[in-house]
């Protein structure tokens, strides 16, 4: 089992990854005094589908008299106020006593994690919760670092909280039923850490792409652990987004989200987030902030893990005009994460409209 530890002061928590040991989630919980008499677990009709009865029988074993189960429908846009409050008044009603506090566990991706999680930060202000991930994004990334959160119809991740989790349980054998489009959606993200963050990582991935792909266990045990650590640090150092350093997660994603919306569907986020990394590497080649090896070396990651670095028809006004509606954009400048090298980022707020058009014009070719 790996353990990468998550220092946050009283929210410090334990992340424990290891493949085929689901078995051992009520064990965990109750070596860190969380198998209390009521556990929530929060999933959805797929995921649950696979893992609610085997999650229901370890927490029972581990002596947890009631265990309830609540769905929260498939999709990004089930991330949604009315879920949210769906899912706080099942909570009411599934541990009414106030003198007994439930514990809620996250099984599923990150839009189960970030809305169960939103959820258990606000009920009765606050009960803990358990990160129980079952995609590859969400065990590299949306499990750790307490950012919990539903979208509003103004814009995504609008209402939430930093709410840090008490534990985050990664069985990595759970990526077997994932649907392969999803294990490239997580790729994506396992890339941008090695890009921004370790260059050791990105030339592991440069052999090992199409191992982890096909889900080899050993490569997985060597790579996801090594991201969460990478998190772990920036979470640490910037819990709450506010010192400019977990702005480096944004890697790709500026860019990324506004060509997600405007290729309105046919892409996925990773696949987005993979094409927005193609344009903020040929940004930094552009901008003299890196050689052009660079870009190359990221452009052939991302096109060995299957995913794309191109998308065709969409319009590059409709591109220019979302990045003017990212969370990030302020005083009408946006700030670019670039690469200074493999494993080593900066930020630029001054990075002229030019460069970012002919950067998204780079993309559409
Ligand atoms: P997701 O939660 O939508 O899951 C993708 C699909 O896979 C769903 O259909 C789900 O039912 C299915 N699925 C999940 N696990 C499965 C399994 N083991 N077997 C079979 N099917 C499975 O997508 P995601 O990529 O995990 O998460 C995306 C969400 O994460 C977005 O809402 C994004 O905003 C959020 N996010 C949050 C953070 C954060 O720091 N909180 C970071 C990154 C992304
Ligand atoms: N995935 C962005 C963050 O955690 O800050």
């Known amino acids: 089992m790996e353990q990468v530890h998550v220092a946050l002061g009283n929210r410090s928590y334990d992340v424990v990854i290891d493949a085929g040991w689901l078995d051992q989630l009520g064990p965990s919980l109750s070596d860190r005094k969380l198998a209390r008499k009521n556990i929530a677990v929060f999933t959805s009709p797929v995921v649950g589908e696979h ?18 189960r609540h769905d929260i429908p498939d999709g990004e846009d089930s991330k949604s106020l009315d879920n949210f409050a769906r899912a706080v008044q099942w909570l009411a009603r599934f541990a009414p006593d106030p003198s007994v506090e439930p514990v809620v566990v996250a099984l599923g991706g ?13 009920f009765r202000r606050g009960v803990p919760y358990v990160q129980v991930p079952t995609t590859l994004l969400a065990a590299v990334d949306s499990s750790v670092g307490g950012k919990t959160a539903v979208n509003l119809p103004e814009g995504k991740n609008l209402v939430g909280a930093f709410y840090q989790p008490r534990l985050v349980f990664v069985d990595l054998s759970t990526l077997r039923t994932l649907p392969e489009r999803e294990i490239r959606c997580g790729m994506a993200e396992v890339i941008k850490y090695g890009a921004i963050l370790d260059a050791d990582l990105f030339a592991f991935l440069e052999d090992s792409v199409e191992d982890l792909m096909a889900l080899d266990m050993e490569a997985l045990l060597r790579v996801v652990p090594r991201c969460v650590e990478l998190k772990a640090e920036v979470v ?13 997660l944004n890697f790709g994603h500026t ?17 987005a987030v ?3 990394m ?19 070396r990221v452009e ?11 998308i065709e028809k969409i319009d590059v006004d409709d591109i220019l005009e979302f990045t003017k509606h990212d969370k990030k954009f302020v005083a009408g400048r946006n700030r670019y994460v670039l690469l200074s090298s493999i494993g080593q980022w900066s930020v630029r707020e001054d990075v002229a409209d030019e460069v970012v058009d002919e950067a998204v014009r780079y993309v559409l070719s």
Request: glycine share 14%; charged share 20%.
């Open 278 to 296: 193609a344009a903020a590497a040929h940004m930094s080649v552009r901008l003299g902030q890196c050689p052009y090896k660079v870009q190359e």
């Open 236 to 248: 640490k150092e910037d819990e709450h987004d506010r010192k400019g350093v977990r702005v480096c």
């Open 51 to 68: 893992y609610y009865v085997p999650v229901q029988q370890t927490l029972s074993a581990a002596g947890v008299s009631t265990v309830g």
């Open 300 to 310: 052939g990651l991302l096109t060995t893990a299957g995913l794309p670095t191109r």
């Open 255 to 271: 860019l990324g989200h506004a060509i997600e919306k405007a290729a309105a569907g046919r892409l996925n986020h990773g696949e």
């Open 274 to 276: 993979s094409v927005g």
């Open 110 to 122: 990150g839009v189960v994690g970030d809305l169960a999680g939103f959820a258990a930060a606000s």
